[in-house]
């Protein structure tokens, strides 16, 4: 807080540990068997905190871990890779995505395989995503990483 340097802090956690159904049971009384799909998801939801000491923009955004990184260039006015502006982009029209479901900005929970408008969205993306995690021989190296 006292420094000249700019500094920029991101505060998170991580999302609830497996549950067994038996602790669940005895923790909300069986009911969490009912819940739907949204409410299954609240069990992930980590909020999170940047701070700065510099003056940033304050907004409370709901957003899944992936788009984490590239949400906080954008926010220190930092410089992006290719891929982070694409997932600055993906955020707009599908601001939540799981290992099992994703929501649109329509606020529809959809399970990954469910056939909807984003459909197109995420298959791109679980490529993008396998380009960049797996597929060495053929990643676009400049695509996910700053020209140095």
Known sequence: KNTDEPTVILLTGDHQPRIHDESMDSITNGEWRNWNDEEMMRR???????????????????????????????????????????????????????????????????????????????????????NNLFDSKNRLEEFYYLAQ
């Open 44 to 130: 992930y939801e980590v909020p999170f905190l940047i701070w700065a000491n510099y003056d940033i923009q304050e907004e409370e955004v709901d957003m899944s871990a992936n788009y984490l990184s590239a949400y906080l260039m954008k926010v220190i006015g930092g410089k992006m890779t290719g891929y982070q502006k694409y997932l600055m982009d993906l955020y707009e029209q599908v601001p939540m995505i799981t290992a099992n479901a994703y929501q649109g900005a329509d606020g529809e929970l959809h399970e990954l395989d469910d056939k909807s408008q984003y459909s197109d969205l995420i298959q791109e993306y679980q490529m993008i995503q396998y």
